[in-house]
């Protein structure tokens, strides 16, 4: 079978699952991951034939894609503001709204000129958030926590360098722990530059809307809040942010599009200054964040 001829298989067994173009684009990933090629190179060369060991690796993944787990549990990683992270299904598969949270932050602290910064991301998951803010500022003292064990594991187990092309490895890696962000700070964490977090915010009733491969694979432990607290771990935000964050510090969370007002109303009341709701590329409200100047 060559190139060519397993990506055409490919994309029309996944046709009831995706669209054509989205089966293709899977497909050509597929084949390019477990054969270590570029897509230019699957374009250049379509008719390569592929090799029989490689053939039934790739047959393999295309079952499991068939049955509807996600690409990138399949292949075990997802690129993320240009760096590639181990995934599995301990943790979320990082999104691009999260990304441009943490692209708002570089560009935001990269103009004040200040680097020595001490950083602290709540619910880490995979640590895409943690690895890519200690990339962009190598001076900056990382930590991150998460409550569950497995994703813990996993965060730790990034191997992310300081430059895209996987050169010059991070000289101060993100320091991760475990802690239940409903339980608040530990006293021994403090003094904090930028509180950061993409924490659960996703409503039980929206399970609805959501995609079989979303609600099948990724853990409903860091996704859903319940209805009747939608807001649940804001709350425990605000009180993170009051005990750890510096005067002067910055907060950014990721928020439910549903709860825009909410949200800002809520760190309002707590009494932080200058709460903004940011849009993200889709024109949704997806972003709060506040100063603290008490």
């Not at 990506?7 to 009831?16: D, P």
């Not at 929206?206 to 939608?230: C, I, T």
């Amino acid at each position: 079978m060559t190139r060519k001829e397993f990506v055409t298989k490919a994309t029309e067994s996944l046709a009831e699952q995706y669209s054509p173009g989205e089966a293709k684009a899977i497909s050509v990933r597929i084949l390019s991951h477990f054969l270590g090629l570029s897509e230019y190179e699957y374009s250049v060369e379509p008719n390569v034939v592929i090799p029989k060991p490689y053939l039934v690796k790739i047959q393999s993944a295309l079952e499991e894609l068939a049955a509807g787990r996600p690409v990138q549990y399949v292949i075990g990683e997802e690129t993320f503001a240009g760096r590639i992270f181990h995934v599995s299904e301990a943790v979320l598969i990082p999104r691009p709204e999260t990304e441009q949270m943490c692209r708002l932050i570089i560009d935001e602290w990269r103009k004040s000129g200040y680097q020595e910064l001490r950083i602290l991301d709540a619910c880490t998951g995979s640590g895409c958030i943690a690895w890519t803010l200690a990339a962009a500022f190598p001076k900056a003292q990382v930590l991150a926590f998460d409550v569950d064990e497995e994703a813990l594991d996993v965060a730790k187990g990034q191997r992310i360098f300081l430059d895209e092309a996987g050169r010059q490895p991070l000289q101060t890696p993100p320091v991760f722990f475990k802690a239940d962000i409903l339980e608040g700070p530990p006293e021994e964490i403090d003094d904090i530059d930028i509180l950061v977090s993409n924490p659960p915010y996703v409503c039980e009733s929206e399970k609805a809307f959501m995609a079989p491969n979303v609600l099948d694979y990724e853990p409903e432990k860091a996704l859903f809040v319940p209805d009747s607290d939608p807001l649940r771990f804001y709350k425990a935000l605000a009180g993170w942010a009051a005990g750890t964050v510096k005067t002067g510090g910055k907060c950014w969370f990721e928020i439910n599009e549903a709860y825009g007002v909410q949200s800002r109303e809520l760190f309002e009341s707590r009494g932080f200054s200058d709460v903004e709701v940011l849009e993200d590329f889709r024109g949704k409200p997806r972003f709060v964040t506040f100063t603290k100047w008490f």
